[in-house]
């Protein structure tokens, strides 16, 4: 069982910058690959990134390409997410998702039902 904790979320002004973490304990972290997804309220929840094993593959949904980066650090089981030039729309909870398949895709990656484990989701805001 891997318990995932968010952390970073905050109030930020448009153009601003944020980075999240997420820590993971319960398992072999580098045995996952790692996805990024955030949600506004009365949306559905949405690919934002992902980051391979290794951290030597990522993979970016077409609104935050170019602004948001992803990556990990194995040895202390950590993944980030940092965030530049944030927007108003990049408003949501930002959660962070771990998974296993045997093969990584863009697809895959990018669907919320193939991870296994959640995190609680941090809170970003964007104000304009």
């Known amino acids: 069982q891997v318990q995932l904790v968010e952390s970073g979320g905050g109030l930020v002004q448009a153009g601003g910058s944020l980075r999240l973490s997420c820590a993971a304990s319960?398992?072999?972290?580098?045995?996952?690959?790692m996805g990024w997804f955030r949600q506004a309220p009365g949306k559905e929840r949405e690919f934002v990134a992902a980051?391979?094993?290794?951290?030597?593959?990522?993979y970016y949904a077409d609104s935050v390409k170019g602004r948001f980066t992803t990556s990990r650090d194995n040895a202390k089981n950590t993944v980030y997410l940092q965030m530049n030039s944030l927007k108003p729309e990049d408003t949501a909870v930002y959660y962070c998702?771990?998974?296993?398949?045997?093969?990584?895709?863009?697809?895959?990656?990018?669907?919320?039902?193939?991870?296994?484990?959640w995190g609680q989701g941090t809170q970003v805001t964007v104000s304009s």
């Open positions: 319960g398992g072999t972290f580098s045995s996952y690959a």
């Open positions: 998702a771990a998974t296993n398949p045997q093969a990584l895709t863009i697809v895959i990656v990018s669907t919320t039902t193939n991870y296994n484990y």
């Open positions: 980051i391979s094993w290794s951290g030597g593959t990522t």
